[in-house]
């Protein structure tokens, strides 16, 4: 066994000032209205708060400021930051340092540095968009997120976020498509809120994304060959003990790990990141951080910082931060629960329904938007969440089912009742008060009505949270679908009511007509309304017989969906993504998931045979020496062999394994779709393996054990 890490760092941190310190790393409004010329400054605050064009002209002006900003906090280098679709993020460094003629050199950093950069995109994937050979990309300032600096082992970086485009003008990344579909949404939700009577600027779609993640001690990471490559264990036996005791959920947060939950918020909060709550989750090990809501491209940008700090401040601490949505099997895995919405620039919250929602149109016009969306749309959401790694998770534990259905709770659920049964709600369940039967604790407002863990889109107060959406993922491609499908069904709607209303705009005009618009909508849509329990085999039945709803169990079968004609429709007629666009998304997906899976079998298989295989004959070896003893003494040595017989047994069954995954592996190197042949072929052989490892497992003794158990994993070294 290694030796567990203990990183100096985990002393006791000392309190920080958060008002003081947030944001001090970034170059937002405030370090822009001190720097720029007020005229500067004022177009590049209609672009970043109207969505105007960015005018080019204060390029120049805005590179001279961040580019000081900048240096004076001690960066060296620039970097254009992007989204590939690789799903995590890349990055060039650029000095800002030039040399001049005289032999010096001075720190430059232009406009035309700033706008625009020149990557390589040929070793990105595509998704037959470029070719290999066709190289060149481009990398477009983004002003609606702001520069920031990354401080790390003694350098310091500014990082500009951008978009990143082929030389043909194709979006290679997720960025291009999530800023189309905020536009989309804003286009059709102010027209909307124009039929209305509300005259709002600009609308916006929101975001705040929970994060699950596990810790486990460095040493230990680095001796599991599978958390090194696969970022999950592909073999290991279930402790005697795993979270059954519910004891870790919300508990007191070891030392160790709070100084580390410390290290990493004052991190985020220089750079801006609203980070407001951290917990122990469920399953030993696991942990949870979450922030508040801001503009959902701010918000996308924001979760690959909180990522990539996470995993680099672990180092710091000894610990290693798994983000892998299933990195242990038989307790919880991760997910990133995705709480969506939509505000005004006058700060309303559209999916806020008030203490009578029944009477609250503007909130059941839009919230029977995204119920219709969702009912429309599902096979589009649930292809936004697919991947090898999510597969594992849906549908076990705390994770939704692959069936998409959306939770509303008592008091909607009630107030559509009354809507599909009659075409008007004329009351709302009221929340009242909870009394603990007791004079000394207070009484507590009660809500309306409770929360569905099993939901894999539910309602919670005044937002959606997509609960499905994998720990590992990047957020933008899931927001850019909701947002895409939301503006489509708000777009329906409105149409809708302008052709009830014709010219007549009067107050009880617009209120019948929004009546019988939300009334025919739910009517239509309320299969995908379900607030029982997500689990049950008769909600499966239920929803697939009786229903009609998708049950999309693995990838390949939810990727399938992602090109029908009505999905390429719907992103084409809001010129979110084009067709080749899309075809790229499904092609890259499917071969990510079908690389993920052959890197997986290939480690299963070495882990098999160079490391379990031979500590299991070494105690084979130990078992015929006691045996020779025990008969060289004439004691009865049958105890002895039928322990042998065991791990012979065990042994055997591993080969066997091992031959049926090898030649599973190779037919589906060959196979017309190998993403298919790795479903229904590699996966089962991986898991023969890993039955026939684990077995083995709780038969070698400890000291010949090869690897970290989840016992040590999950319980030591915190």
């Known amino acids: 066994m290694p030796t567990l890490t203990r990183s100096a760092s985990n002393g006791h941190a000392m309190p920080q000032d958060v008002e003081e310190i947030f944001g001090q790393n970034t170059f937002g409004l405030a370090e822009m209205k001190s720097r720029l010329p007020k005229s500067v400054y004022k177009k590049i605050t209609a672009t970043i708060e109207k969505g105007e064009p960015f005018d080019e002209t204060v390029a120049d002006a805005v590179a001279l400021a961040m580019k000081e900003w900048a240096v004076e906090r001690g960066a060296t280098h620039y970097t254009h930051w992007f989204q590939p679709l690789t799903g995590r993020t890349a990055e060039k460094h650029d000095s800002f340092i030039t040399p001049n003629a005289g032999g010096g050199a001075v720190a430059e950093f232009s406009g035309k540095s700033l706008v625009q950069g ?3 995109a040929s070793s990105f994937p595509g998704g037959g968009l470029r070719a290999t050979f066709e190289a060149r990309g481009y990398t477009a300032y983004d002003p609606t997120s702001p520069a920031f600096i990354v401080e790390h082992n003694g350098t310091a970086t500014l990082v500009i976020p951008t978009a990143f485009a082929s030389w043909t003008g194709e979006a290679l990344d997720h960025k291009i498509p999530l800023l189309r579909s905020m536009e989309a949404l804003n286009v059709q939700a102010t027209r909307a809120l124009s039929i209305l009577g509300d005259s709002v600027g600009r609308v916006y779609a929101t975001c705040g994304s929970e994060q699950e993640y596990f810790l486990v001690d460095e040493a230990y990471f680095e001796d599991r060959p599978d958390l090194l490559v696969a970022g999950r264990t592909l073999i290991g036996a279930a402790p005697p003990r795993g979270q059954e005791f519910d004891d870790h959920y919300f508990g007191s947060i070891p030392e160790r790990i709070m100084a580390y939950m410390n290290a990493v918020e004052t991190e985020l909060y220089r750079l801006g990141v609203p980070v407001m709550t951290r917990h122990n989750e469920v399953a030993p090990g696991q942990y949870e951080i979450a922030p508040l809501f801001e503009n959902a491209n701010v918000a996308a940008d924001h979760q690959q910082v909180m990522m990539m700090t996470l995993q680099r401040v672990a180092k710091r601490y000894g610990l290693a931060c798994l983000l892998h949505e299933k990195p242990f099997a038989g307790i919880n895995g991760s997910g990133k629960h995705v709480n969506w919405s939509m ?7 559209l999916l806020e329904p008030g203490d009578t929602p029944h009477s609250n149109l503007r909130f059941l016009f839009f919230c029977t938007a995204v119920v219709q969306a969702v009912h429309t749309h599902q096979d589009l959401l649930r292809a936004a969440i697919a991947t090898a790694a999510n597969d594992h998770r849906l549908g076990a534990n705390e994770a939704p089912p692959a069936i998409i259905s959306i939770f509303l709770g008592d008091q909607l659920s009630d107030v559509y009742e009354q809507i599909t049964a009659s ?12 009394g603990l039967g007791t004079p000394v604790l207070p009484t507590l407002p009660r809500h309306a009505g409770d929360r569905n863990r099993t939901s894999p889109f539910a309602f919670t107060g005044n937002k959606f949270e997509f609960r499905a959406v994998g720990s ?12 895409t499908i939301v503006a489509e069904a708000i777009d329906d709607l409105a149409s809708k009511l302008e052709d009830k209303l014709g010219k007549k705009r009067s107050k009880k005009a617009v209120e019948s007509a929004v009546e019988e618009v939300i009334t025919d909508s739910i009517r239509e849509h309320t299969k995908i309304i379900f607030n029982g329990d997500g689990y049950s085999e008769a909600w499966h039945k239920e929803a697939v017989e009786e229903r009609g709803l998708l049950n999309l169990t693995t990838t390949p079968d939810a990727l399938a969906t992602l090109t029908d004609e009505k999905n390429i429709a719907v992103f084409d007629a809001y010129d979110v993504l084009t067709a080749p666009e899309l075809e790229s998304r499904k092609e890259i997906l499917s071969e990510q998931y079908a690389l993920t899976l052959n890197v997986e079998a290939a480690t299963t298989e070495s882990l098999a045979k160079t490391m379990v295989l031979p500590a299991a004959l070494r105690y084979l070896a130990e078992i015929g020496e006691a045996a020779e003893v025990a008969e060289d003494l004439g004691l009865d040595g049958s105890g002895t062999k039928e322990t042998a017989e065991v791990v012979i047994t065990q042994v055997n069954a591993l080969r066997k394994a091992l031959g049926t995954l090898v030649k599973a592996r190779t037919a ?9 042949a790795m479903k229904d072929k590699v996966i089962p052989a991986m898991t023969k393996v890993r039955e026939a490892c684990d077995a083995l497992e709780q038969e070698v003794p400890a000291d010949l054990w090869p690897l970290p158990t989840y016992r040590d994993m999950l319980f030591t070294g915190k």
């Open 118 to 120: 020149e990557p390589d």
């Open 343 to 349: 505000s005004t620039d006058t700060g309303l919250n």
């Open 423 to 434: 075409g008007k709600a004329t009351e709302s369940k009221q929340s009242g008060f909870l």
């Open 472 to 483: 590992s993922q990047s957020v933008s491609f899931p927001l850019t679908v909701l947002n």
């Open 668 to 676: 589906a190197h060959k196979a017309k779709d190998e993403s298919v």
